[in-house]
């Protein structure tokens, strides 16, 4: 699946690519129209966003005999509060909407800003630094949460991992895959991942912050989990991006 918002590319440009998406049966998601945060914006402007994205993701879809199913919030920011979560639980409902969870985040768009950041530098030796590290970190973070899931619910549970468009992943998805077919995980459509019974478990963890769904499943239902012991991005990503501002200052 790959979530929409906004046009950033331009509109004409932005409807090729989601139509070159959506032909080999992939699916289009709703991620707000501006990638506002839920966390800061009211439930009203919340609803306007996911609609203004729906008027230009269902007629994609509907041209392949499909309708809008997944919204995921931006940051994974689900409602700082009961009020707000359980309001926007409701308005997705009544319009077809099911919230699409995660359960593997990598960090890529920390990695892609010291990426891009080499490339415009012309840096080959620290980009393909970049590309080394986050695949070793990647294969980290899908230990770490396959570790969570089974900590949880005492089995392996689908993963449903968030990556985003980018540069980074652009050169190395080919590399990414290979960590999952190397641990022998299949791929499967969104809709057959949410099959598995450990996405029935009630979303219902209020926090301002957007934890992947071991966590919330975790909280859910009263397993105590140690974050402290996943694994941080390497250090010299901030650090680099940091020296290169400073330098250019």
């Not at 966590?215 to 694994?231: F, I, Q, S």
């Amino acid at each position: 699946m790959v979530e929409q918002h906004g046009e950033q590319l331009g509109a004409q440009t932005s409807r090729k690519i989601l139509k070159q998406w959506i032909r080999p049966e992939f699916d289009l998601g709703n991620h707000f129209y501006s990638h506002a945060d839920f966390d800061s914006i009211s439930v009203e402007l919340a609803e306007q966003e996911i609609l203004r994205a729906e008027s230009t993701i269902r007629p994609l879809l509907e041209g392949v005999s499909r309708a809008p199913r997944y919204m995921r919030f931006p940051y994974n920011h689900t409602g700082e509060t009961q009020e707000k979560h359980d309001s926007m639980v409701a308005f997705l409902a009544a319009h077809g909407y099911q919230m699409a969870p995660c359960t593997i985040d990598n960090s890529d768009y920390e990695f892609n800003h010291t990426y891009t950041l080499a490339l415009a530098r012309h840096d080959t030796q620290t980009a393909e630094k970049v590309r080394a590290d986050y695949i070793a970190y990647t294969a980290a973070e899908i230990d770490w949460y396959t570790k969570l899931d089974r900590q949880v619910f005492g089995r392996d549970v689908t993963h449903i991992m968030l990556l985003h468009d980018s540069p980074l992943n652009a050169d190395t998805i080919e590399a990414v895959i290979g960590l999952f077919t190397q641990r022998g995980y299949r791929f499967v459509t969104l809709t057959e991942a949410l099959r598995d019974h450990a996405y029935a478990t009630p979303e219902t963890y209020i926090t301002k912050f957007g934890p992947m769904w071991g966590y919330r499943w975790a909280r859910e239902l009263n397993v105590k989990v140690n974050g402290r012991d996943e694994p941080d991005p390497p250090a010299w990503l901030g650090q680099y991006v940091k020296e290169a501002h400073t330098g250019a200052n």
